[in-house]
């Protein structure tokens, strides 16, 4: 049997891609610093191994994929180093940094392929309406602000890392852009979830304003989908892909969509930006554009998901499990 394995195997991404390679006929070897009790992985209980160890120890990951034989890795992992509370550089920088480039040198010395799960921060503030596409970079040396910030520049130096060992050493290495995901087993409140769950609760969620603020929701499994597509389609004439939804999306809309899955819900949002999660600079740059998704979808015959249905079968998967139907406030 085929085998891969997840670095974050435990965490949100890396447990969907787990049960999408399984159920596409690979073992999933799930790599992480610590167990855990997620119910779609115990579903599919005897299809997957658990491996203890951090991705920063390349020598641990490479004792892991000879052992399993493994056709490659994808690296959903977000290591985060010995940092306080709230601070991002350089601990985390160098975290990532190592963490990928330990992985890459496992690939280049037993030939594996490699997916490294990247992020639309990479994008950086993009005020203006023009589409985002693979061959833009953050403008991170002009503008009247800083363009690109701390996460979106660590992401941006994994990308660099994995398409130069393509393209140096041979790696058959490859990222995939994801933005805002949802879907089930994450704990994240998200809006689209946010707002679903606390229907579903049976509670009142309202914001005074921010219905105008529109983002990137990307279902979980289409992320899934573009990863597993981004590692098993061949030949790529690509090494960067967008695998998100590829439209924008208002909280206004995201407040309707719900209302059709949980009708009566006491839901609602007002008009204008919002000026907490998704609208606070400070914690996520404004990007007006939409991530389009046409190289994913004519190089790897990549498709999504309408949101409605997203959010119907997110919502199939809270019903049974009311210990977390209301998540917390997004951040």
Not at 264 to 271: H, T
Not at 288 to 295: A, D, S
Request: aromatic share 10%.
């Amino acid at each position: 049997m085929k085998s891969v394995l997840i670095t974050g195997g435990m965490g949100f991404i890396g447990a969907n891609c787990a049960v999408k390679f399984i159920e596409e006929g690979y073992k999933a070897i799930l790599y992480d610093i610590a167990p855990s009790e997620l119910d779609i992985l115990e579903e599919k209980k005897g299809q997957w191994e658990f491996v203890m160890g951090d991705v920063q120890d390349w020598r641990n990951a490479l004792d892991a994929v000879r052992k399993y034989e493994v056709e490659g890795i994808v690296h959903c992992a977000l290591p985060v180093g010995p940092m306080a509370a709230g601070a991002l550089m350089p601990p985390m920088a160098k975290a990532n940094f190592d963490a990928c480039y330990n992985l890459l040198e496992v690939c280049r010395l037993e030939k594996l392929k490699f997916v490294y799960i990247s992020s639309n921060a990479a994008y950086g503030y993009r005020p203006d309406p023009n589409p985002m596409v693979e061959t833009d970079y953050a403008p991170v040396l002009t503008g009247p602000r800083a363009m690109l910030d701390e996460y979106g520049a660590m992401k941006v130096m994994c990308e660099t890392l994995t398409a130069m060992y393509h393209d140096v050493h041979g790696v058959d290495s490859v990222s995939c852009r994801t933005s805002w995901v949802y879907g089930p087993a994450t704990k994240a409140g998200w809006y689209p979830q946010w707002f679903l769950s606390n229907a579903l609760a049976g509670k009142p969620a309202k914001l005074e304003k921010g219905g105008d603020h529109k983002t990137d929701y990307t279902y979980v499994k289409d992320t899934v989908r573009g990863v597993f597509l981004a590692f098993t389609v061949r030949p790529l004439k690509h090494r960067l892909y967008n695998i998100t939804s590829g439209r924008k999306v208002s909280a206004r809309e995201v407040v309707e969509t719900v209302r059709k899955v949980v009708p009566g819900a006491d839901i609602e949002v007002g008009p204008g930006q919002m000026e907490k999660g998704l609208g606070n600079l400070q914690r996520h740059a404004l990007q007006v554009g939409t991530m389009l998704v046409t190289r994913a979808e004519e190089d790897l015959g990549y498709t999504t998901t309408p949101l409605e249905q997203g959010l119907r079968e997110t919502a199939e998967w809270l019903k049974k499990r009311p210990e977390i139907l209301t998540l917390p406030d997004p951040p």
